[in-house]
């Protein structure tokens, strides 16, 4: 499947997810007994200074948003839960887009923030990015039954929800209660 022909049609938060959040599968991994709703009502994300922000209507187990360049395109996200890290839960996000061929299912993570920001969001998306594991992690990773594809861009494609979520937590643990590493992982959109 050719990721990118699809990235052309899709709403801000689907490119951020797809291009930075190169955590892949072509099957959806949250499925409806581990989706959570982090919020009881919608949530509003705000990505770069310069897109608009989206808001994430509620819907069964999980969120929906109109892409804003395609009024018929629709992203719909679903969380889990993955950690609590400085007294927030930390949800792993999955992002269902729709390509020419099928939906590919992307992933990130996510956190509800304290206060609205200046902008109005909700909930902060970090962008996650294999090229960002070492060797033995790539390698433990394969063995473990994940697969990864060093094409234009690396995507790896994990075998399980439990797989992706050893594999973030191995990589990112240390950084999850620091503002930094949110603001340093939700800048690289």
Do not use: N
């Not at 938060?13 to 007994?33: F, H, Q, R, T």
């Not at 729709?98 to 920001?117: F, K, S, V």
């Amino acid at each position: 499947m050719d990721h990118m022909k699809g990235l052309k049609k899709l709403g801000a938060l689907a490119i951020m997810m797809a291009l930075a959040g190169c955590y892949i599968s072509l099957e959806p991994l949250i499925d409806d007994k581990a989706a959570v709703l982090p919020v009881d009502g919608p949530i509003t994300v705000c990505l770069d200074d310069d897109d608009p922000c989206l808001t994430l209507e509620r819907r069964g187990y999980g969120y929906f948003a109109e892409s804003p360049d395609e009024a018929e395109d629709e992203v719909a996200i679903r969380f889990a839960p993955f950690v609590q890290a400085a007294d927030r839960q930390v949800f792993i996000a999955e992002a269902g887009i729709r390509e020419e061929d099928g939906i590919a299912y992307m992933y990130g993570l996510a956190r509800r923030l304290a206060e609205p920001d200046a902008r109005g969001a909700t909930m902060q998306i970090a962008a996650l990015d294999c090229e960002e594991l070492d060797e033995a992690a790539l390698d433990a990773f394969e063995a473990s039954g994940g697969m990864i594809d060093d094409g234009k861009i690396r995507e790896c494609q994990p075998a399980s929800l439990d797989q992706l979520k050893q594999t973030l937590l191995a990589a990112h643990e240390a950084g999850l209660a620091s503002d930094e590493w949110w603001q340093f992982h939700s800048e690289d959109f």
